[in-house]
């Protein structure tokens, strides 16, 4: 009896002598295979081959129409590359011409006729056997080639999340040298103009207009650094997740007029003008939120346009859409590039990056209000043409 892994392969016999194929098949019938076709006619390999699929031919040479010589010179081509397909030769011609001929034709295996019924029954047992093998190893192989397709994909994927993570490190790295020198500057020029000034004011013969415009000058450096040190400790506060809420019903249009006022002066100084834009009907509107955060906000955005205006106006104004308030501050200024727009509410970002910028400020203002107006509920976008002014435009929930 056969091994049960080979009782359902295919095995097509080719002989064009009944008596034969007979004996053969019924060598195989009593051997316990289940899978068995046979043809007397050579010319019917190729179409048998393509619709039985067979796992061994065992295959006459000497026949009408097609010898096996011929039979095994068409199926060269349809046999997929990498493919074993045992074929074993039963020929009565026992010459070495000929066995040499059809092993090197395609043949695996040779029997000279009259063969022995057992001798062909082992026969065909190994070559399957030998096609089992071949199996298993192509199917591991093929396990093994997804393996490494899958094994390369996460590689690279891992190559990519490290290029990535690299190119973050760098530009944490630029972010943090920038920002020592920022830093640095930001607190080191206030503080010498207020230890500058304190000195100036100390002479004994300053008349009084000039003790004014010094102390007017030292309350401005006081206030930057008061400023920059103020919004060191708030995005410390934003980024521990420590920023505290109080809400409480406040009216914006007061709100906006409050802010404004810190503002007067300073548009005044640069000849700029500072409008308020509010619906006539929502004067007297009350929303439920934070009024210190708020206010911080909307003095950070004020004091950007204002930084960053040279002539012209800002408008601070709001309007209702769809049961939140959006408000916005506008302006006439240097406007920003789209590809600054893309990191404008990163931490330490400007439109320029560098110690020879024209304007002061430490790149936080932006960061600081994005962060509160989350924490509110809402979020802000930015609308700008570069020279031309921007839009800035943030909601709160009613």
């Given at each position: 009896?056969?091994?049960?892994?080979?009782?359902?392969?295919?095995?097509?016999?080719?002989?064009d002598q009944e008596a034969n194929i007979d004996v053969l098949e019924g060598l195989l019938d009593i051997q316990g295979y289940l899978n068995i076709k046979?043809?007397?006619?050579?010319?019917?390999?190729?179409?048998?081959?393509?619709?039985?699929?067979?796992?061994?031919?065992?295959?006459?040479?000497?026949?009408?129409?097609?010898?096996?010589?011929?039979?095994?010179?068409?199926?060269?081509?349809?046999?997929?590359?990498?493919?074993?397909?045992?074929?074993?030769?039963?020929?009565?011609?026992?010459?070495?011409?000929?066995?040499?001929?059809?092993?090197?034709?395609?043949?695996?295996?040779?029997?000279?006729?009259?063969?022995?019924?057992?001798?062909?029954?082992?026969?065909?047992?190994?070559?399957?056997?030998?096609?089992?093998?071949?199996?298993?190893?192509?199917?591991?192989?093929?396990?093994?080639?997804?393996?490494?397709?899958?094994?390369?994909?996460?590689?690279?994927?891992?190559?990519?999340?490290?290029?990535?993570?690299?190119?973050?490190?760098?530009?944490?790295?630029?972010?943090?040298?920038?920002?020592?020198?920022?830093?640095?500057?930001?607190?080191?020029?206030?503080?010498?103009?207020?230890?500058?000034?304190?000195?100036?004011?100390?002479?004994?013969?300053?008349?009084?207009?000039?003790?004014?415009?010094?102390?007017?000058?030292?309350?401005?450096?006081?206030?930057?650094?008061?400023?920059?040190?103020?919004?060191?400790?708030?995005?410390?506060l934003l980024t521990s997740g420590t920023q505290e809420i109080y809400f409480s019903g406040l009216n914006p249009t007061q709100l906006i007029n409050s802010?404004?006022?810190?503002?007067?002066?300073?548009?005044?100084?640069?000849?700029?003008?500072?409008?308020?834009?509010?619906?006539?009907?929502?004067?007297?509107?009350?929303?439920?939120?934070?009024?210190?955060?708020?206010?911080?906000?909307?003095?950070?955005?004020?004091?950007?346009?204002?930084?960053?205006?040279?002539?012209?106006?800002?408008?601070?104004?709001?309007?209702?859409?769809?049961?939140?308030?959006?408000?916005?501050?506008?302006?006439?200024?240097?406007?920003?590039?789209?590809?600054?727009?893309?990191?404008?509410?990163?931490?330490?970002?400007?439109?320029?990056?560098?110690?020879?910028?024209?304007?002061?400020?430490?790149?936080?203002?932006?960061?600081?209000?994005?962060?509160?107006?989350?924490?509110?509920?809402?979020?802000?976008?930015?609308?700008?043409?570069?020279?031309?002014?921007?839009?800035?435009?943030?909601?709160?929930?009613?």
């Amino acid at each position: 009896m056969i091994d049960s892994t080979f009782k359902n392969a295919n095995i097509l016999i080719v002989d064009d002598q009944e008596a034969n194929i007979d004996v053969l098949e019924g060598l195989l019938d009593i051997q316990g295979y289940l899978n068995i076709k046979t043809t007397t006619d050579s010319r019917e390999v190729i179409d048998l081959y393509k619709s039985f699929n067979p796992d061994l031919i065992l295959l006459d040479l000497s026949m009408p129409y097609l010898t096996g010589f011929d039979v095994m010179e068409q199926l060269k081509p349809l046999i997929r590359p990498n493919t074993y397909l045992p074929i074993l030769v039963l020929t009565a011609d026992v010459t070495m011409t000929a066995k040499q001929r059809a092993l090197s034709g395609g043949a695996t295996d040779f029997i000279t006729k009259p063969f022995d019924l057992v001798e062909v029954g082992l026969r065909i047992r190994n070559l399957l056997f030998t096609s089992f093998l071949q199996q298993q190893l192509r199917d591991q192989n093929q396990i093994l080639e997804e393996k490494v397709k899958e094994r390369t994909v996460e590689l690279e994927k891992k190559n990519i999340d490290l290029i990535a993570a690299k190119e973050k490190a760098e530009a944490s790295d630029r972010l943090k040298t920038s920002f020592i020198n920022n830093i640095s500057h930001e607190i080191r020029t206030p503080l010498n103009g207020i230890l500058g000034f304190q000195q100036i004011l100390a002479q004994p013969d300053l008349s009084t207009e000039e003790k004014e415009e010094y102390l007017e000058l030292l309350s401005e450096s006081s206030n930057r650094l008061i400023t920059t040190v103020s919004n060191f400790m708030e995005i410390s506060l934003l980024t521990s997740g420590t920023q505290e809420i109080y809400f409480s019903g406040l009216n914006p249009t007061q709100l906006i007029n409050s802010v404004v006022s810190n503002f007067t002066r300073r548009f005044t100084s640069k000849n700029l003008e500072l409008s308020v834009l509010v619906p006539d009907n929502q004067t007297d509107l009350t929303i439920n939120s934070d009024k210190e955060l708020l206010f911080k906000i909307l003095n950070q955005l004020i004091n950007n346009a204002l930084k960053f205006t040279q002539q012209g106006c800002v408008t601070i104004g709001y309007e209702l859409a769809n049961h939140e308030l959006c408000f916005f501050v506008k302006d006439t200024g240097i406007g920003i590039s789209e590809e600054s727009q893309k990191t404008l509410f990163k931490n330490f970002m400007q439109e320029a990056v560098g110690n020879t910028r024209g304007y002061d400020g430490c790149g936080l203002g932006l960061a600081i209000s994005k962060g509160l107006i989350e924490l509110l509920g809402g979020n802000i976008r930015v609308e700008s043409v570069q020279g031309k002014g921007s839009a800035f435009y943030f909601t709160v929930p009613l």
